[in-house]
């Protein structure tokens, strides 16, 4: 039976180095039989957490802010899988990412912990210029502990400054196969 995959890309650029590692992975786990919904977190209005602590599991939308978040929680609640996929800036996941990431602390919130264990999966797919990778790779990590998520891993591409630079490289045949791989 095939798992459901909720990717929240992170990318400001649609066409930019990440988003040919989401294709990647996602053709890889369409063939093994997995169902992918992806959320391009730009173009969604998100605003950043207020740690008020007034969210609630129980509810359609837990949290108490009313924007974006209110698409990406019921998917992420009845999700086998997510994948973090985003550029590097300044060795952290992008903002855009970082935000969506904290907001879905509401489905921890309030009633029955929704994030924390339930059998999920988390995997990592960057794209940068540069290579250090080590800091966020380290933040992710921790974040599946703290989940009690089974970590998938990570594809961290490095060496990509200008968009297109990703093509060919063996990082998206890595991406392919981490999505194939997903049982």
């Not at 794209?127 to 990590?141: I, K, L, N, P, T």
């Not at 009690?148 to 990509?160: K, P, S, T």
Request: charge should be negative; hydrophobic fraction near 35%; aromatic fraction near 8%.
């Amino acid at each position: 039976m095939g798992k459901k995959i909720v990717i929240l890309n992170g990318s400001p650029r649609k066409n930019g180095n990440t988003a040919p590692l989401v294709r990647a992975f996602t053709q890889g786990a369409e063939q093994a039989g997995h169902t992918v919904t992806e959320f391009v977190l730009d173009g969604m209005e998100i605003h950043g957490c207020k740690g008020c602590f007034g969210g609630h599991s129980g509810r359609p939308c837990p949290c108490v802010q009313q924007d974006g978040m209110a698409r990406i929680y019921p998917e992420v609640r009845d999700c086998d899988v997510v994948v973090l996929a985003s550029p590097l800036y300044y060795w952290n996941l992008s903002g855009q990412i970082r935000t969506a990431v904290d907001r879905l602390f509401a489905l921890e919130e309030g009633g029955e912990n929704l994030l924390r264990g339930h059998g999920r999966a988390g995997a990592l797919l960057m794209a940068a210029e540069g290579y250090g990778f080590e800091d966020v790779a380290g933040y992710f990590d921790h974040l599946m502990e703290h989940l009690r998520w089974r970590n998938l891993g990570h594809v961290l591409a490095g060496g990509n400054g200008d968009v297109g630079d990703i093509e060919g490289k063996p990082e998206l045949q890595a991406a392919r196969e981490l999505g194939a791989s997903i049982r």
